[in-house]
């Protein structure tokens, strides 16, 4: 009898013991368990607070919501304007190269949205991977020194932005846009050409100045490159050729003083 006691008490603290692990590990397990709290949010809740966040600059977050928005309600019309939210979020938070993929992803899909112009000028904006707002004025970076590549993709898309959309408040920004690309590719030119000019390399020099005569003659640029033509004929020794730049060199700054007087 004693025995079967001992027996029975030894029993119940086991089984103690036991249900305090099994409890312990429970609540363990379930607070490990993250409950989403937007779970049950609509739609236009989810985007709200999505755009929200956006407005606070928040990109974490917003980030968090448009994915999710998209995730769950792919086809609704909030998917699609989540998209383009999501392409401006990774701009903004320095991840361009994941904005130009989800700008891919939503022109393909959706070529004849009433936002694709502004699609076209934000993709255009995260190619050159501009950090500043996306208002901001080009004449405070230098892009000579930028991927000649992203410049000339750039221009593309400000370019179909433009022909595509004539009337859209981006053209105007796209077209001016365009115009500085070319003075940047004209600079780029021209950096390369000073990059050989100043290692002696003359006859490289000169075919990259060349380069800017043939497709950017019309920019101030050119003025530079002649210059630049006329050091390295010198430099070469072919005396007639430098003094044939020089003499075109002069007519342009007189031409130049006439036009302004």
Known sequence: MKYKTLLRSRLVRAAIIVTAAVASTGCGWLQS???????????????QEARSAMTESNWELAREYYTKL???????????QA???????????????NAVQTLDRFLRAYPNHPNSDYALYLKALATLDEKDSWYSSFTTQDLSHRDAQAARDAFDLFKELAERF????????????????????ARHELNT?????????????LNRAKVILSD???????????????????????TDLENDMRRIIELN?????????
């Open 33 to 47: 368990i993250e409950i989403d709290p937007t779970r049950d949010w609509t739609p236009n809740q989810l985007y």
């Open 253 to 261: 700054k007189n031409r130049a003083l006439n036009i302004n007087n």
């Open 166 to 185: 004539p009337d859209s408040r981006y053209a105007p920004e796209a077209r001016r846009r365009m115009h500085e690309l070319v003075l940047a590719q």
């Open 83 to 97: 998209q383009i939210d999501l392409a401006y979020v990774y701009f903004k938070d320095a991840e361009a190269p």
């Open 70 to 80: 998209e995730a769950r309600y792919p086809f609704g019309a909030y998917a699609q």
């Open 216 to 238: 950017f003659q019309q920019t101030s640029v050119s003025d530079d490159a002649m210059e630049l033509m006329a050091n390295c004929y010198r430099h070469l020794g072919l």
């Open 193 to 205: 050409a000073q990059y050989y000019y100043e290692r002696h390399a003359y006859v490289a020099a």
